[in-house]
């Protein structure tokens, strides 16, 4: 079992949508989790970082965390077409140690 | 690219050519990393360095080697023994006792 799952997708809904995008994990050390955006051909930037359980919201952007069942969730409301991207998980145990990272999500969104 | 300059954008290489990729930063940042991405792999990490003149492999150093003489420049070589070299390299810093990644624009490395 991979340490980090992710489903690959692609996922295209139209805009307007609410878009669920998750990850699982094995590793029950994991502490930190975050979810990185990345447009075509360019490099990944942090959009959510949550430390432990809980949730989180920034816009139309919340990050979950569900310790107990190993699951990430980011949720994106009003989905718009400039939310296309691939959307990785990363997750890390403690501070300063490298981050373990999910394959990623390709959203499409549709006007 | 928040302070990290990866060049070449592109490169094409013959096979068994050696090439060198370059990363530098302006961040101030201890920690740089390299990273691999491949279509449907996910980030796979190469190598990474908490300070000047010391680095670990990851989980996918065969065939790569790297330096780390400057705070602010970590570059990578993709040497010949590297059997799938043709990739997008990622190259990241963070901070000290920080665990966020701050990612270069990356450099796409085809092997003709």
């Known amino acids: 079992q991979k340490e980090v799952e992710q489903d690959p997708g692609p996922l295209s809904v139209p805009e307007g949508a609410i878009v669920s995008l998750n990850c699982t994990y094995s590793?029950?050390?994991?502490?930190?989790f975050m979810w990185y955006r990345q447009y075509s051909r360019k490099g990944p930037e942090l959009l959510m970082y949550?430390?432990?359980?809980g949730n989180k919201e920034d816009g139309r952007f919340t990050a979950q965390v569900d310790k107990s069942s190993k699951y990430i969730s980011l949720f994106i409301r009003d989905s718009q077409p400039s939310d296309s991207a691939t959307y990785l998980c990363?997750?890390?145990?403690?501070?300063?140690?490298?981050?373990?990272f999910g394959k990623g999500t390709t959203l499409s969104v549709s006007s | 690219d928040g302070g990290i300059t990866q060049s070449p954008k592109y490169l094409f290489r013959k096979e068994g050519q050696n090439v060198t990729l370059s990363c530098e930063q302006n961040?101030?940042?201890?920690?740089m990393y390299w990273y691999r991405q491949d279509p449907g792999q996910g980030l796979r990490l190469i190598y990474y360095?908490?300070?000047?003149?010391?680095?670990q492999k990851g989980d996918i150093a065969e065939g790569y080697s790297v330096s780390r003489e400057k705070k602010e420049s970590f570059p990578l070589t993709v040497t010949s023994a590297q059997k799938n070299p043709t990739a997008f390299y990622l190259c990241a810093t963070s901070g000290s006792g920080a665990n966020v990644l701050t990612f270069g624009a990356g450099s796409r490395l085809t092997v003709l």
């Open positions: 360095s908490q300070i000047v003149n010391d680095f």
């Open positions: 990363a997750m890390e145990s403690q501070a300063g140690t490298a981050l373990i």
């Open positions: 961040l101030n940042h201890d920690a």
């Open positions: 590793n029950s050390a994991f502490q930190y």
């Open positions: 949550t430390y432990s359980s």
